[in-house]
């Protein structure tokens, strides 16, 4: 349980007025296809940032951290782009992008404590953004959790903190994840649309005797979305669109990707776009297989993407390929690496009976690195955004 509330007492002198959460995600399929007007498939973990929270009647906020260890003051005031520089940007960026969709919010005394674990590209950040916009939601009245179309605003006003003012220039996946996402299925998320549609995720029944597992990896590599790779990516992305004459590569027909390619200026376009047309395509793909049961097919796909992210996107790391190989050999059905890249984490599909022999095998395989040790955890699909207390 949360420390969130007794933390706040101690630190603030006063009893929380309530608790809200939300979740860290994993994406199974569909990378850096959200800011390319493409389709994801996340599904929300059953870690979660719990936000402890006080209104105030200033415009003062003041942000502890159970993690970092520190208490933080921000004026309201001084919040826009660029500024906070620090950890709390993802908190202040909240308020400020309410404020800007037309929302009256005060300051609040927030203490925050989280499971996610930090730079494993489990969405930390989102988590943090989507549990203070949902105390934010109730603590000022603004109905943003009342259903999916408000809950679907409240995650574009997050999308903007963590654009502008903490200045990662991602898509809408992460924060769509952790305020729409439902427990036991994937969101399959329309990122041009909005549209979403929730696709059960049960692989303890989709595959016989035994059933299958979602084994995820903390290769301990640090991840960052802000240090200009990301924002390079998604540049080469919007050249290759303009290049074709497209609105985004979302445009683009798989059947005659080849003739699209052979119009792009150089290798680099030609490759980053081939990642983004084709991992669209197998979101669709990986839909498909879920409904049908056949996660051999999945496993493929998985196999699949990271393969693409790692030879044609270029975002994977020396950390995530070998613990993406350490768990095939083990038996894994497929694995991939998951989130934006650089470091961070991987999945994989692992039989029940097999979770150790994979650990096992992705530790052995760091150790015979000496590299920083992993962690692997199951998973299990979890609920969206909520208030707890």
């Not at 003041?62 to 003051?73: I, K, L, W, Y």
């Amino acid at each position: 349980m949360t420390r969130a509330p007794e933390t706040h007492r101690t630190v603030f002198g006063a009893e929380p007025a309530g608790v809200w959460s939300a979740p860290g995600r994993v994406n199974l399929i569909g990378e850096h296809t959200d800011y390319n007007d493409g389709l994801v498939l996340p599904i929300a973990l059953p870690h979660r940032t719990y936000a402890a929270c006080s209104p105030r009647t200033d415009r003062l906020l003041r942000v502890h951290s159970a993690q970092v260890e520190e208490t933080v003051e921000v004026d309201l005031d001084t919040v826009g782009p660029g500024s906070p520089q620090d950890w709390t940007a993802y908190v202040a960026g909240v308020l400020w992008a309410l404020g800007r969709a037309g929302h009256e919010v005060r300051g609040l005394d927030v203490t925050v404590d989280s499971e996610v674990p930090l730079g494993a590209g489990l969405s930390s950040s989102a988590a943090l953004e989507c549990a203070v916009g949902a105390a934010a939601s109730d603590l000022f009245g603004l109905d943003l959790l009342v259903d999916d179309d408000a809950r679907a605003r409240l995650a574009l006003a997050c999308v903007q903190a963590e654009n502008d003012v903490a200045g990662a220039m991602t898509g809408g996946m992460d924060q769509s994840a952790a305020l729409l996402c439902r427990a036991d299925h994937a969101l399959l998320l329309d990122c041009r649309s909005g549209a979403t549609e929730h696709v059960p995720f049960d692989l303890g029944g989709a595959a016989g005797e035994g059933g299958y597992v979602l084994l995820v990896t903390d290769t301990r590599a640090a991840h960052a979305l802000n240090d200009g790779q990301y924002a390079q990516r998604r540049s080469a992305a919007e050249q290759a669109a303009s290049e074709l004459g497209v609105s985004s590569l979302r445009d683009v027909d798989p059947a005659t990707l080849d003739v699209a390619l052979a119009r792009l200026s150089d290798d680099v376009l030609r490759r980053r776009a081939r990642h983004v047309v084709t991992e669209i395509d197998r979101v669709r793909s990986a839909v498909a297989a879920l409904r049908e049961g056949d996660l051999a097919e999945v496993g493929r796909l998985f196999d699949a993407s990271h393969s693409s992210l790692r030879d044609d996107y270029e975002v994977s790391c020396a950390e995530l390929d070998v613990s993406v190989d350490a768990a095939r050999a083990a038996g894994a059905l497929g694995a991939r690496m998951t989130g934006g890249g650089f470091g961070g984490s991987s999945i994989a599909l692992v039989q029940v009976g097999g979770v150790d022999e994979a650990r096992h095998g992705i530790l052995e395989a760091f150790a015979e690195r000496a590299w920083t040790e992993p962690r692997s955890f199951v998973v299990t699909a979890g609920d969206a955004a909520r208030r707890d207390s």
